[in-house]
């Protein structure tokens, strides 16, 4: 499984690099450790995807600046006191509260990076056309509908849609069943 780039940021960049030695060592993919938002924005860019884990303050940008400047595809996890949880509540960030419990911040990277990947998986899959012949079918299910029961077209094409969703099965399998009951 791949995982997320990770970038740690924190005022003091001694504290930056005890945390990314331990998350590298916990396997986690940690690319950059830094004590600025404008080090941490400049690796960020080159990044389809990550998660920086920073504090309340850098040397250069508080945490909330830091979120607008980073792209969205990036995710922030903010290590602090439960003060500042408040000041960044609604703004798409993650808090872990100090003391940092490394258990806690690791928990916390493994449910982000799930969540990204499975945002990749969606976003990398399409829902499958219909062939021609099942775009066949549905039309003449419906021609029929309009036919046997003074329905418009778009009533035919609900009501064939809402008995596919009440019986589970497909519009074109739905379709299949409306013209066996109507020799179609």
Same mark, same amino acid.
């Given at each position: 499984?791949?995982?997320?780039?990770?970038?740690?940021?924190?005022?003091?960049?001694?504290?930056?690099?005890?945390?990314?030695?331990?998350?590298?060592?916990?396997?986690?993919?940690?690319?950059?450790?830094?004590?600025?938002?404008?080090?941490?924005?400049?690796?960020?860019?080159?990044?389809?995807?990550?998660?920086?884990?920073?504090?309340?303050? %850098?040397?250069? $940008?508080?945490? =909330?600046? &830091?979120?607008?400047?980073?792209? #969205?595809?990036? /995710?922030?996890?903010?290590?602090?006191?439960?003060?500042?949880?408040?000041?960044?509540?609604?703004?798409?960030?993650?808090?872990?509260?100090?003391?940092?419990?490394?258990?806690?911040?690791?928990?916390? %990277?493994?449910? $982000?990076?799930? =969540?990204? &990947?499975?945002?990749?998986?969606? #976003?990398?899959? /399409?829902?499958?056309?219909?062939?021609?012949?099942?775009?066949?079918?549905?039309?003449?299910?419906?021609?029929?509908?309009?036919?046997?029961?003074?329905?418009?077209?778009?009533?035919?094409?609900?009501?064939?849609?809402?008995?596919?969703?009440?019986?589970?099965?497909?519009?074109?399998?739905?379709?299949?069943?409306?013209?066996?009951?109507?020799?179609?």
């Amino acid at each position: 499984m791949v995982t997320a780039n990770i970038i740690v940021a924190f005022p003091k960049i001694e504290d930056a690099r005890k945390i990314k030695s331990v998350l590298s060592r916990g396997g986690f993919n940690v690319v950059a450790a830094c004590s600025s938002g404008a080090f941490a924005i400049s690796t960020a860019d080159h990044l389809d995807n990550g998660i920086v884990v920073c504090g309340y303050k %850098l040397s250069d $940008i508080v945490c =909330t600046e &830091l979120r607008e400047c980073l792209p #969205k595809s990036i /995710k922030i996890v903010m290590v602090a006191s439960e003060t500042h949880w408040n000041e960044v509540r609604d703004l798409d960030i993650v808090f872990v509260p100090v003391p940092l419990k490394m258990q806690a911040l690791t928990e916390t %990277l493994h449910m $982000i990076e799930e =969540t990204q &990947l499975i945002r990749r998986k969606n #976003k990398n899959t /399409k829902p499958k056309g219909r062939d021609k012949k099942e775009q066949e079918l549905i039309q003449t299910a419906k021609h029929l509908l309009m036919e046997q029961n003074n329905m418009t077209e778009e009533e035919a094409h609900k009501y064939i849609q809402k008995c596919s969703m009440d019986s589970g099965n497909s519009m074109v399998e739905t379709a299949g069943m409306v013209l066996s009951i109507y020799g179609g």
